[in-house]
């Protein structure tokens, strides 16, 4: 069965370095999703993304965070300088179409932590 | 903006008894509602979904769930629980056009013998 796929499944860095989280969506799907759960709190959306441009983004998505896609298969979030507050599960979820009923297909999560 | 709200961060039930997790959603607008689990050290799994086609919705491992308009409710329930069902559950919801979803702060199930 198809499956959404990440890598590295944890990541430690250090404040203010980049990090880029990476995901492989499911090949026919062309919605794409970052969530992220800080530890015991709430599966938070981040952003949402279709064909190369970000369709819809939360407040915690602020500039210090961004989604590509570099090529067919891949999907990338990058923070460019970590806070402490950015450790946390970072989910990424793709779907098959843009329906509010649509399911989103969840990968098994980094953990990040930032020290 | 939508919501959702589980009762109950921690459920615990012997095996072979009801499990009955709980959610309720807030909401002007007819929701679309969803329940997925997460199992230890794994990603999101769908165990079932509301679209409006019909008010109790079958899911996946003996899982259902009933849309209650009256209650704003979508309470997830299995009438026997297994030792494998121990995990832990989202309710999430998406509504107004959008397809963000909301979830709730999850419901972890022990299963005990």
């Known amino acids: 069965e198809p499956e959404v796929t990440q890598t590295p499944s944890h990541q430690v860095t250090q404040m203010g370095q980049e990090v880029i989280l990476r995901c492989v969506p499911i090949?026919?799907?062309?919605?794409f999703y970052w969530y992220r759960q800080i530890l015991g709190q709430k599966v938070e959306f981040l952003v949402s993304f279709y064909n190369n441009e970000i369709s819809e983004k939360s407040e915690i998505f602020d500039d210090q965070f961004s989604v590509e896609r570099p090529d067919g298969s891949n999907f990338t979030l990058k923070i460019r300088s970590t806070k402490l507050e950015d450790s946390a599960m970072y989910f990424c979820?793709?779907?098959?179409?843009?329906?509010?009923?649509?399911?989103?297909?969840f990968g098994p999560g980094t953990r990040l932590l930032v020290l | 903006a939508q919501s959702v709200t589980q009762l109950g961060s921690h459920v615990s039930v012997s095996e072979g008894a009801l499990v009955l997790l709980r959610c309720n959603y807030s909401?002007?607008?007819?929701?679309?509602l969803f329940w997925y689990v997460q199992y230890p050290n794994q990603g999101l799994q769908l165990l079932l979904k509301?679209?409006?086609?019909?008010?109790l919705v079958k899911g996946i491992n003996g899982f259902e769930a009933e849309f209650k308009k009256s209650e704003t409710s979508f309470h997830l329930t299995k009438p026997s629980a297994h030792m494998s069902d121990a995990a832990e559950y989202f309710c999430?919801?998406?509504?107004?056009?959008?397809?963000?979803?909301?979830f709730g702060t999850g419901t972890q199930l022990k299963v005990e013998l």
């Open positions: 909401s002007s607008v007819p929701p679309y």
């Open positions: 999430a919801v998406t509504q107004g056009g959008g397809n963000k979803l909301t």
């Open positions: 979820a793709s779907s098959e179409v843009w329906q509010e009923e649509e399911t989103q297909y």
């Open positions: 090949s026919n799907h062309l919605y």
């Open positions: 509301y679209t409006s086609a019909a008010t």
